[in-house]
C-alpha cells in the first residue's frame, strides 16, 4: 500500500476507491478529500487553528485558540451563549478575519474560493419567504454553477431525500422551523461540500426529526466521507454523533479529545467496603474530591494516583472490599466543569462591548 493510501485509510477509514479521488476512467467523481494535487495541498486536517485572536470593540471574543479538526471526522464544537462559536465559524467561513493568528480551512486560507468546498446550515435560515422551497434550491444549485437542468434534477434529489416533495412547490414562508431545517441541510448538501459546517443544528427540530437529520449527516460522512463540524450547546446530540469534541469557553478551548478521553480525563471511583479509620483517612487524603455513606464511597482520585493498585493497598490496609468501579464522567458533567469555574453570563459577556 503506498503511503498514501496507507494515510487515506487511517484519517478516514475509506479506501480510496470510496474517497472520490479523481481516478482514471472516472472524470466526473469529484475531489472529497485530500489529493496530490498543487491545488489543494495536502493535508491531514480539514481544520487547523494556531493562535488564533478575534476582538471586537471591548471584546475579546477568540483568546489564542489552537484546533485542529481531521479529515472524515465528526467534530462537535461546544460552548455555553457568548462562548465564541459563531464567530470561530464566520472565520472559517472567511467571512470574517482574525485579529491575530492562522487559520486554515481544507489546507488553505478562508476565502471565497474554499467557500465553494463548504456546506454551510447556519442557526437561522434566511430565504426569501416568497420563493418556494424548490425555487430556492434551484437558484441555490445555480449559484454553485450548476446548469439549470442539472440543477432541476439535483434539487429533486435533495427535497426527495429531505421529505421535501410534497411541499416542494408551496412558499418558504408556510414551512415550520423543522422544514426549513431540512431544506437548509438540502441547501448545504446541494454542492457536495468537503466539509460540513453546522450552527446549532437541532434547532426546531423535535426528536424524530433530528434523528432523521442525524442519520443523513452520517450517511454523508460515512459515504462520502464529508467531514462535519457541529456548532452546538446541546450535549445530547453532540454526544450521539461527534468523535471528537473541542470545549470553547469564554473564547479559549478548554479541552480538545475524543468523547471517550475527555471523558476519562476525571476518573471517579466507586466502592464499597467494610473498613476503619485508617483506610478511611487513606482514602481521603489520595481525593481530590470524596463523599460517602455507609460502606458506600465515591472519589475522585488525585492524578498521581495508582488505581491498578489501589484496591491491594485497601484490602492490606484491612478493608473487605466488596466493590471498585471506574466511573467516566459524562459530557454533560465535563462541559459543566470546565466551564463552570469563573463563567459569566451572556449578559455579562456582552457587556464587555
Ligand atoms: N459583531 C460583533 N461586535 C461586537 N461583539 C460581538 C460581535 N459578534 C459577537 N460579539 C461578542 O463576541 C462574543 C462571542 O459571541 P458569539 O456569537 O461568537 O458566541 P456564541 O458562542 O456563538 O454564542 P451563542 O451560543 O449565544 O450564539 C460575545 O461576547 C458577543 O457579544
Known sequence: MS???????????????????????YPRERIVLGTWSKDFPMSLFAIEIDSLRKNYPGVQALRNIHLSVSKGGIF???????AGKTTLVRILLGFSRPSSGSCKVLGAVPSPAVRTRLGYLPERMAVSPYLTGREFLEASLRLAFLKSKEA????????????LSDAADRKVSTYSKGMLQRLGLA???GAEPELLLLDEPGTGLDPAGYKEFRDRILEE??????TVLINSHRLPEVEQICTEVGILHKGQIKAQGKLDELRQGKDRIRLKFEGNESVDSYLRNLSLECTNEGKDWEIRPKPD???KRLPAELVERGAELFLFERKSESLEE????LTSE???????AEGQK
Not at 462537535?76 to 457568548?82: D, K, T, V
Request: hydrophobic share 30%; proline share 5%.
Open 187 to 189: 441547501h448545504a448538501l
Open 3 to 25: 503511503s498514501y493510501n496507507y494515510l487515506h485509510r487511517i484519517n478516514t477509514g475509506f479506501e480510496p476507491e470510496f474517497s472520490g479521488k479523481r481516478l482514471p476512467g
Open 76 to 82: 462537535g464544537l461546544l460552548g455555553p451563549n457568548g
Open 152 to 163: 432541476q434534477s439535483k434539487s429533486q434529489d435533495l427535497l426527495k431525500q429531505m421529505g
Open 305 to 307: 494516583v495508582d488505581l
Open 221 to 226: 460522512n460515512v459515504k462520502r466521507g464529508v
Open 342 to 348: 469563573g463563567s459569566e453570563t451572556k449578559s455579562e
Open 334 to 337: 465535563v462541559f459543566l466543569r
